[in-house]
């Protein structure tokens, strides 16, 4: 079965470090890209970027530009996420998922589960 | 960037009804559109890609429609188990989502 599994919910406080991983399995991660999107609280959803594992080719939504990191180790078929210095606005859910191609587009499937960021001093 | 216009943002139905979910983009983006269905607390679920192919396991009383910039997904026979939060999404340029439609029961 193909999965993506994400770490656990994090409560830290503005200006802290933090990294949420996603772990694939069931396929091979490699050669297939990772998505990270997010949903703010009540909100939609909101792609920040994507990753090619295999060579950790790195795209990022305009609105994130600088704001994240996102990386990979194909190694241990993990992508991450990953802030400097936390908001309080960066409170929210955020969600990896895998992303398909055909000639008619790209979507996102499977989707992990989710890791629940909550940033409050 | 491409804009994904949905609409309507939230409509009442009841169960056996025909719904249908308007997403209109900024330009045209040939058929690179999916549909996800979002259950509260749940990750989303894809539904339709390709602006009309149905996923594999989601019940073909789903279906998607159009091209260009005019978009539709169309639930024929709500079931319980529908009320839900729809999201188109395009990938005709790197990506946008809709900003939603939620279902509720009437």
Redesign the interface.
């Known amino acids: 079965e193909v999965q993506l599994v994400q770490s656990g919910a994090e409560v830290k406080k503005p200006g802290e470090s933090l990294k949420i991983s996603c772990k694939g399995s069931g396929y091979s991660f490699s050669t297939y890209w990772i ?1 990270w ?1 997010r949903q703010m609280p009540g909100k ?4 920040m970027g ?1 990753i090619y594992p295999s060579d950790s080719d790195t ?1 990022y ?2 609105s994130f530009q600088g704001q994240v990191t996102i990386s990979a180790d194909k190694s241990i078929s993990t992508a991450y996420l990953q802030w400097s210095s936390l908001k309080a606005s960066d409170t929210a859910m955020y ?1 990896c ?1 895998g992303l ?1 191609t ?1 000639s ?6 499977p ?4 890791t629940l960021v909550t940033v409050s001093s | 960037d491409i804009q994904m216009t949905q609409s309507p943002s939230s409509l009442s139905a009841s169960v056996g009804d025909r719904v249908t979910i308007t997403c209109r983009a900024s330009q045209t983006i040939s058929n690179y559109v999916s549909w996800y269905q979002q259950k509260p607390g749940k990750a989303p679920k894809l539904l339709i890609y390709a602006a009309s192919s149905l996923q594999s396991g989601v019940p073909s009383r789903f279906s998607g429609g159009g091209s260009g910039t005019d978009f539709t997904l169309t639930i024929s026979g709500l079931q319980p188990e529908d009320f839900a939060t729809y999201y188109c999404q395009q990938s005709y340029t790197m990506f946008t989502f809709g900003g939603g439609t939620k279902v509720d029961n009437k």
């Open positions: 998505g999107v939609g959803l909101e792609w994507v795209r939504s305009p969600y998922a398909s055909i008619a587009g790209t979507w996102f499937d989707w992990g589960q989710g």
